[in-house]
DNA sequence: TTGTACGCGTTATCAG
DNA sequence: CTGATAACGCGTACAA
């Protein structure tokens, strides 16, 4: 592959006048100018990005890790991601960990040796062990958490309000008249989860109803998990009216438990979920649940992060978090609220989606 | 972030003795490495990956580019490919092109810069150029297609028999006594629309009907145009009684248009698809459909870019081709074949898939 | 405006 | 087995 020198060469000049004219940081005279550029063009010259890394100690790379690409919550992060690193110039390169803290720390170390100028992370569940996190960003490599964040560990992070979603989604049940209500939790070793079972206990409480045990059940965010523990509490002598699942994923094996058991959503059993899958419009029935702004998710991370390793940030950790929006459908109403918006809600992908920043020194 | 000179110092030997205890290419005495190790450990010592491709001229990457990541095809190709790439120590970098091969040029620019040692590419609708693809495999960074290939390009590909997927799809259609079939096609401009669309026309043929070109109606892959035409041929005075989509998108906007204009499948008319969409388990009806190796598709592809980066193909390109399978549900017959078998299909991921294997010299 | 020389962190070669 | 040193391709003073 041609280099700056044979380049040089072939337009008869030095390479520091080629260097000037592919970064545009010096002037170059025009005669010149054209002739290097004819040569560019000529040899298919690709600047060595590789050795302008080491020369400038920044890769213009950023490091995204997340439990699972097949969860269609992530791509959609991934999109607002690369979206906003496009933008900024930067590469992305994601890695997935399969929900195992091990390769987590595996993927981290490997992205650290390539020298990404930054991570993003949705962190896999692991027992408070985030020192791989810390070590990154105490040496010069910026964290910032996504969506699942670890709280009081200084790092910048943009997340959602779990509490305020759940809540939502649990309140619009019991005003539907549903008094045993069941949920399935996330795994309860990481934050996320741990919120979204406190906003269903919020929610209980405020309506005078009692928080029973019997109807907490803890799955991992994994589809079988939803799957196995929806057809144990449906199958139950005393069946609850309506339940509320804590991911998209869960629910598509919720959805399976369902069916196979013969129980028909809303007529027997409601349902209320977080998370609107992104083919959720080919559900019979559609699926009433708090959305959350996962393009921006991704987007104002990327954005935050390299505003954190541009120097842009002076302060402590930025902790943002996004809004999520209620969407009630047929699963517990029987009647569908927007069935004929489907293609108008694709245009409200960029929006800002109110966003609420605390910053704390 | 220490550096080799740094870990050397500490440990008190030269670089060249840290160097080869990191990479075990020459053996260390146990003092010294013992030392070396701790040293690494104090001063959490990521060795610089950038330097290291500089000065050996390969940087373990690889390039995929896709045309969309949230469309669900993709994901579990992905999962394949950073599978491969992991076994064989690289690290995937993935891009999209949002179908769009102004994007595809460039991110396939940024990743030679960058100097990725392959690509992986699903290739943009583009008119007829391949220049850049073609540049790239020339000056030494190896193209493999996946997916969507371009015959006669002279590069290696992996991709699976389109004519034959869609004939057994059309075949299994005119089996159950539909003669009024339609087609929503893909993009004609890839060879992977034309493929399909082929095998509907040879299915007809060969059951003595005729090809009426009214009955096919050119999409683009993309959800919006299965949406779209599938209302425009189901509006129709004279509808017709089955409609095979060329993909899983396309279809999900059919599913969309069905359930607008209040035509019910398969009692009205019958629907069968390319690709098994992963959450196609949560569809009423589920759809019958030819579903495509998917995990495989990229497990082999980066294998087979590995093998050629690597040297381990001497010969011209190779193609593979991997088989897909008929999977029939009651979107066709109102029967549901296989809903009691979901979780088991899992287990089938990693398989062989039967592969084809054609070399050409 | 243009050219020269040095260093970025590694690996590889060669001498001890 | 261990150590010194020359590349790798580029950016950037500094000199012209």
Redesign the pocket.
Known sequence: MA???EI?ERA??????V??T??G?????T???DRILAAIRELD?H??H???S????QTNMLGMVIPDITNPFYPEVMRGAEDASRERKYLLVTANTDERMEREQNVVSVLRSHRVDGLLIAAAPGRGTMDHLQNAAKTGTPVVFLDRATPGIGLDSVTIDNVKGAQDCVRHLIRFGHKDIAIITGSLKLEIGRERLKGYQVALKEAGLKVRRSLILEGDFREESGYRLAKEILLRQHRPTALFVCNGVMTLGALQALDEIGVRCPQDVALATFDDLPYGRAFHPRLTCVAQPTYELGYKGATLLIDRIEGKLSGGPVELQLTSEMRIRESTTGRDGDRHHFYGDKSARKNDGGVKKSSRN
Do not use: E
Request: glycine share 0%; net charge positive.
């Open positions: 280099t700056i020198k040089a008869n000049v030095s390479i520091a006048t260097s000037n592919v970064s940081k010096r002037p170059v005279s005669p010149l100018k010259y600047p060595n590789v050795a302008r080491l020369k400038v100690k």
